[in-house]
C-alpha cells in the first residue's frame, strides 16, 4: 500500500480517500446506540459503500456491518457511567471508527481493482461525499435539536430618574 494517502485524481484537491472514509466511519458510528441498531436502509447504504456488486460480496460485506455493529452495541450495553466505563465507550467508538474506515477503505481498493478505469473509484469516492453530504446535515440537525440552548433574558426597561 502507499505510505501516501490516495487523492482523487483530476487534479481536483479534495479530502484524501483517508478522510471521506474517516468521516462516514464517524457518522455510521455516531448511529449505533445500546438501545438502537442500524436501520436496514442504513445498513445497507453501508454495504453498498463498502462492496464493489456482487451479491456474495454484499452478503459478506453485510454480516461484516453486523459483527461491527453488535461489538460495539456489546460495549454500549455492559459500560456503567463510571469513568472507567465512560472510557470503555470511547474506546470502543474510536475502534469502531477504525474499522469501519478500513472496509470503507477496502471497498475503494476493491472497486480500484475490478475496473481499472478512473470511473468506477471516482464513482466510490462520489458517493462516498454524497453520503458525507446527506447525512452529516441531518446528524448535525439532530444534535442541534437535542442541546438546550439557553434563552436570552428579559430585558428591563432603563431605570428612570424620579424627581426629586
Do not use: Y
Not at 459483527?67 to 459500560?79: E, G, M
Request: proline letters at 5%.
Amino acid at each position: 500500500m502507499n505510505a501516501t494517502p490516495s487523492r482523487p485524481t483530476g487534479g481536483t484537491a479534495g479530502p484524501t480517500d483517508e478522510e471521506l472514509a474517516r468521516r462516514v466511519a464517524e457518522l455510521a458510528t455516531s448511529w449505533v446506540s445500546a438501545d438502537t441498531p442500524l436501520s436496514q436502509d442504513r445498513r445497507w447504504d453501508l454495504v453498498g459503500l463498502q462492496n464493489a456488486g456482487s451479491a456474495q460480496g454484499e452478503m459478506h460485506a453485510f454480516d461484516r456491518l453486523g459483527a461491527w455493529q453488535r461489538q460495539l452495541v456489546h460495549v454500549l450495553v455492559s459500560a456503567d457511567d463510571s469513568e472507567e466505563g465512560r472510557a470503555r465507550v470511547r474506546a470502543a467508538r474510536s475502534e469502531a471508527v477504525s474499522q469501519m474506515r478500513d472496509m470503507l477503505l477496502t471497498g475503494i481498493r476493491s472497486a480500484e481493482s475490478l475496473d481499472n478505469a478512473l470511473s468506477t473509484s471516482t464513482r466510490r469516492r462520489a458517493q462516498l461525499r454524497s453520503f458525507i453530504g446527506r447525512h452529516d446535515r441531518t446528524t448535525r440537525a439532530a444534535e442541534r435539536a437535542a442541546i438546550p440552548t439557553p434563552t436570552a433574558a428579559p430585558r428591563c426597561a432603563a431605570p428612570t430618574k424620579e424627581p426629586s
